[in-house]
């Protein structure tokens, strides 16, 4: 399948193309700097500002999916995600691309700590409150542009994500993070995003992945 990933200089977003090409798709990684991934063999580079609405549409032309792991540099940047969303929606639907996996962040939403530990839930709560607020803000703005959407979306929420290798194995919920859910690597979210390309379960939804 011909895919674009915006956000590929990513922790994340390098997980996507290295586990996309593996598993043999066309990858095409939206970046800023070309040199971030060139290091990743069989990667079609196309360079540009996520915030720019006609590099966007021009990266979207001519694949089957997008892939969206974009993060901001600053944790008080509170417009990058809903602008560049923004643009990459309006890119699918001039070129008729239906299918969206974004990543996204479970801690954006109140009711995502549930079902783990009280600790854990004044944790979140604490960095929804002060050091993730304008993050987590963002994060909410750019979903709510996702779920008005009529693109066969869907916006995968993981908790802490480690840079470390991935087990293989997660656990998925549709309502909240699974309990004691409070971490997960960077490669297993990978592997979840990208086995939705060819799965409907969890299009127009959102589901939580975490160890």
Same mark, same amino acid.
């Given at each position: 399948m011909r895919?674009?990933?915006?956000?590929?200089?990513?922790?994340? +977003? *390098?997980?996507?193309?290295?586990?996309?090409?593996?598993?043999?798709?066309?990858?095409?990684?939206?970046?800023?700097? !070309?040199q971030s991934v060139k290091d990743i063999p069989g990667v079609r580079v196309t360079t540009g500002d996520a915030r720019n609405a006609a590099a966007v549409a021009a990266a979207i032309e001519g694949q089957e999916a997008?892939?969206?792991a974009l993060g901001s540099r600053t944790l008080r940047d509170s417009t990058l995600l809903p602008e560049?969303?923004?643009?990459?929606?309006a890119g699918m639907r001039q070129h008729g691309v239906r299918r969206l996996i974004v990543l996204g962040?479970?801690?954006?939403?109140p009711g995502a700590s549930s079902k783990v530990s009280g600790v854990g839930k004044v944790i979140v709560g604490l960095l929804r409150l002060t050091l993730l607020r304008q993050a987590f803000a963002a994060q909410r703005a750019m979903q709510?542009?996702?779920?008005?959407?009529?693109?066969e979306w869907t916006v995968v929420q993981p908790p802490f994500l480690l840079n470390e290798p991935g *087990? +293989?194995?997660?656990?998925?919920?549709?309502?909240?993070? !699974?309990? *004691?859910?409070?971490?997960?690597?960077r490669g297993d979210v990978s592997a979840f995003m990208l086995a939705q390309l060819? *799965?409907?379960?969890?299009v127009r939804k959102s589901p939580f992945v975490a160890w």
């Open positions: 895919i674009v990933v915006f956000g590929a200089s990513g922790g994340t +977003g *390098r997980e996507l193309v290295r586990q996309g090409i593996a598993q043999g798709h066309e990858v095409t990684g939206f970046v800023r700097n !070309p997008v892939l969206s560049a969303m923004t643009g990459i929606l962040a479970a801690g954006a939403w709510e542009l996702i779920f008005a959407s009529d693109v *087990r +293989g194995v997660y656990r998925v919920d549709g309502a909240s993070l !699974p309990l *004691r859910g409070m971490r997960i690597a060819g *799965r409907e379960e969890w």
